[in-house]
């Protein structure tokens, strides 16, 4: 528990030395907005059920859990779920300095995970977190990141998925992997795109833009569309 207690001790110190460095910014506050809405929104299923592999828990979501980092467009998320190993009942999830320019992909799943619905990163390389449980901390290594949003809401769930698009778009530009009209394009084709139900769409969309970070989503949409239309059609013409 100490353990835990001081690293989060240091990210919240951390996180109040960037504000006094950044506030006079006038784009941080634009961008702190974002961060505070994925915040929120995420500590909306504090003590919601989450169900995953017929495993059921409880999630702690502190409220402090996403921390910004406008100086290198980095963050750290905070996650904990119900533990009765624990002395204090629970264990937690610390992921510290997640590299948002080396997002590859973002994702929100359409299944729900009891009262949870979850946004996947994937990292270009795995990401180190630490998992806490009493006074032990155990580092390890995931090939992506989640954030929880309640089921029950999924709209709360779209606003999460697009300030964090915006915060990896934000990291992206600043780091010079992309450029203001690259992101722009970007945004605007698939927001063109990703209600559609014509799988052309999104093979055009990924065309012009392979390396976006909606690319998973748009491969996904574009097969299931693709095996949805074989299959109602296979029986009656010859296309497929």
């Not at 299944?111 to 977190?129: A, H, M, R, V, W």
Request: hydrophobic letters at 40%; aromatic letters at 10%.
């Amino acid at each position: 528990m100490k353990k835990i207690k001081l690293l989060l001790v240091v990210l919240i110190i951390f996180s109040a030395n960037l504000l006094y460095a950044q506030e006079e910014n006038p784009e941080y506050k634009k961008y702190e907005k974002l961060a505070k809405k994925v915040n929120d929104i995420q500590r909306t299923v504090n003590d919601k059920k989450l169900l995953y592999e017929n495993d059921e828990t409880i999630v702690k979501i502190p409220e402090r859990n996403f921390i910004f980092n406008y100086h290198d467009f980095s963050a750290s998320n905070i996650q904990s779920v119900a533990n009765s190993n624990a002395k204090n009942g629970e264990a937690s999830m610390i992921y510290e300095n997640i590299d948002l320019a080396n997002i590859v992909d973002i994702g929100i799943l359409d299944e729900s995970f009891g009262d949870c619905g979850i946004i996947i990163l994937t990292p270009n390389k795995k990401q180190n977190y630490k998992i806490v449980i009493d006074d032990e901390v155990h580092s390890q290594e995931s090939e992506s990141i989640g954030f929880y949003f309640l089921n029950s809401d999924r709209t709360k769930g779209k606003e999460m998925f697009d300030a964090i698009s915006e915060l990896i778009f934000l990291a992206k530009i600043k780091r010079g992997l992309l450029t203001d009209k690259e992101v722009r394009d970007q945004i605007k084709l698939w927001n063109e795109t990703k209600e559609s139900t014509d799988p052309e769409k999104y093979y055009a969309f990924l065309k012009m833009f392979p390396n976006s970070i909606f690319g998973l989503m748009a491969k996904t949409k574009a097969e299931s569309l693709d095996s949805s239309v074989k299959i109602l059609t296979k029986d009656y013409v010859g296309i497929y």
